[in-house]
């Protein structure tokens, strides 16, 4: 094994049957400004996808909306055909109008349509694990789970999760069908999400917290985290992903990339062990912004 690898994480069950090495790899960043179009390096990103397995990570986050569907057959073209465990997961339910420019689009048809067109870039026969992208408020959201209900049903998705939701959405989802994971944006800056993550913890559902390196915050030179990351010869982004994975068993970093050295040292953060006290004072420092 690697000295840097996802391993070093701790494993978790998605859906309690599918195990996964905690530090997964978000897959956004391998396309255009804007998250619009092809990279800028396509050479590059394929390169970097091509490292993921070879680091460990075994959960692969990406959604059709990413280019829009640049991300996924990026991925096909690059891991095709998967090693044994790689679990791709990606997300459906957002329409593209433009760079940077994100409407959730929820009608069922159009959901299953998508699923469809995910199965045919990413080259599988089932989506391990499928999650609505955004719940649409202009459609009835059991309309919308529904769909998911009936795409598990026809083995389209093995498993299937939500993004950007509350307790009570991911409550009413339950009654339809199983809830894997939830993805909501969360980092030891951004807490908005305290309650969610523990409701999560307590049912045993993924908590995928996406931008989990958030840009600025309290990084001074005598923050808690720029402390730690001298005392673990780290950087701070790096203490920022060990601080999510010591959050919580069920959290599921995603750090994304387009570049290989870049991939690398977000992997070693798996490797970084915080003290209870450096987890807490952290904590603290970066609030609940």
């Known amino acids: 094994m690697n000295e840097v690898n996802a391993s070093k994480a701790g494993r978790f069950m998605l859906g309690g049957e599918v195990g996964v090495n905690r530090l997964g790899f ?25 490292d993921v397995p070879e680091l460990g990570i075994d959960l ?44 959730p689009l929820g009608r069922p048809e159009y959901l299953i349509q998508q699923v469809q067109m995910s199965l045919r870039l990413l080259r599988v026969e089932q989506i391990a694990l499928w999650q609505l992208h955004r719940i649409d408020p202009k459609v009835p959201r059991d309309e919308q789970f529904g769909a998911i209900r009936q795409m598990l049903d026809e083995g389209l998705i093995r498993l299937a999760g939500l993004s950007e939701v509350g307790i009570e ?31 999560c913890e307590a049912h045993g559902i993924a908590f995928i917290p996406w931008r989990p390196i958030e840009g600025g915050g309290p990084t001074n030179d005598d923050s808690p985290l720029a402390a730690a990351a001298r005392r673990h010869h780290a950087t701070p982004a790096q203490v920022a992903i060990a601080w999510l994975l010591k959050r919580s068993p069920v959290v599921l970093p995603i ?13 070693a953060a798996a490797g970084i062990e ?6 807490e004072a952290i904590g603290r420092a970066g609030g609940r912004g």
């Open 274 to 279: 915080l003290s209870q006290e450096e987890f």
């Open 26 to 50: 978000g897959a956004m960043r391998v396309t255009g400004p804007g998250v619009w179009g092809p990279p800028e390096d396509p050479e590059e990103c394929l390169a970097t996808l091509r």
């Open 60 to 103: 692969i986050d990406t959604a059709d909306s990413y280019g829009p569907l640049v991300s996924e057959p990026m991925i096909a073209e690059a891991l095709y055909p998967y090693p044994d465990g790689l679990v791709i997961a990606t997300k459906g339910g957002q329409a593209r109008p433009g760079p940077n420019r994100w409407v």
């Open 255 to 267: 750090p994304g990339t387009s570049k290989r050295a870049h991939l690398v040292e977000n992997v």
């Open 169 to 199: 959405e991911i409550e009413a989802a339950r009654k339809v069908f199983p809830v894997a994971s939830v993805q909501n944006r969360y980092s030891f800056t951004y807490r908005q999400h305290e309650a969610v993550l523990d409701h």
